[in-house]
């Protein structure tokens, strides 16, 4: 008589119902990290242009307002045009006397705004050499599009045409500056009330 054994069957492998299952869990894991890496990077490109926009933008509107809220006279020499703009001030509450001088400069295909920063002698003289000279922006659009960097505003807040009244009758400016970040254009302005200046 002969005996049969029954053997379990061996089972080296997936069944087609483990496989799908894995498979679409794994496809999921798949879509969740790629759903991450893309929420990651458009954060970094939002940062990355954030940046941009401060440093040609948002910096040199706070730097340049701050020196001329404390001005005591804007300069005849160089004129103030809307592209130029030079004010004496005592910055540092030194009693040193400091000119600031503002332009724009188009140099090598970009164009910045540029301060220079003069000591004057007790006569109201520019002693030299500059002492300090600071570049913001590298993609400053005004002198293309035709937007002043500076308006001047009297007493009563209108605007001044004829340049040459800016010295005594300007008492506070509106400084607008234009720039290209990402290919699109970005533009803000902040005014500036002279506080050292009688109305």
């Known amino acids: 008589m002969r005996v049969r054994c029954l053997q379990a069957r061996k089972d080296d492998g997936f069944s087609l119902t483990e496989l799908i299952?894995?498979?679409?869990?794994?496809?999921?894991?798949?879509?969740?990290?790629?759903?991450?890496s893309q929420v990651v990077?458009?954060?970094?490109?939002?940062?990355?242009?954030?940046?941009?926009?401060?440093?040609?933008i948002t910096y040199p509107l706070t730097r340049i307002s701050e020196i001329l809220i404390q001005n005591h006279r804007i300069e005849v020499s160089p004129a103030p045009t809307g592209m130029t703009l030079s004010v004496r001030t005592d910055?540092?509450?030194n009693d040193q006397q400091e000119?600031?001088?503002f332009?724009?400069?188009?140099?090598?295909?970009?164009?910045?705004?540029?301060?220079?920063?003069?000591?004057?002698?007790?006569s109201g003289v520019r002693v030299l050499p500059v002492q300090r000279v600071a570049r913001w922006g590298t993609r400053v659009t005004n002198v293309d599009a035709g937007v002043p960097l500076f308006r001047y505003f009297d007493a009563s807040g209108a605007p001044i045409a004829d340049m040459?009244?800016?010295?005594?009758?300007?008492r506070s400016v509106e400084i607008t500056i234009r720039s290209t970040v990402d290919g699109r254009v970005v533009q803000d302005s902040v005014r500036a009330a002279f506080r050292n200046r009688d109305s």
Do not use: C, K, M, W
């Open 99 to 101: 000119q600031h001088n």
């Open 103 to 122: 332009r724009l400069v188009t140099e090598g295909g970009d164009t910045y705004i540029e301060q220079q920063v003069f000591l004057l002698n007790s």
């Open 164 to 170: 040459s009244r800016v010295p005594d009758a300007a």
């Open 91 to 93: 910055q540092d509450l």
């Open 21 to 36: 299952v894995s498979l679409t869990l794994l496809g999921f894991v798949l879509a969740l990290a790629y759903s991450i």
């Open 41 to 56: 990077s458009i954060g970094q490109r939002n940062a990355d242009r954030q940046s941009l926009v401060a440093r040609e």
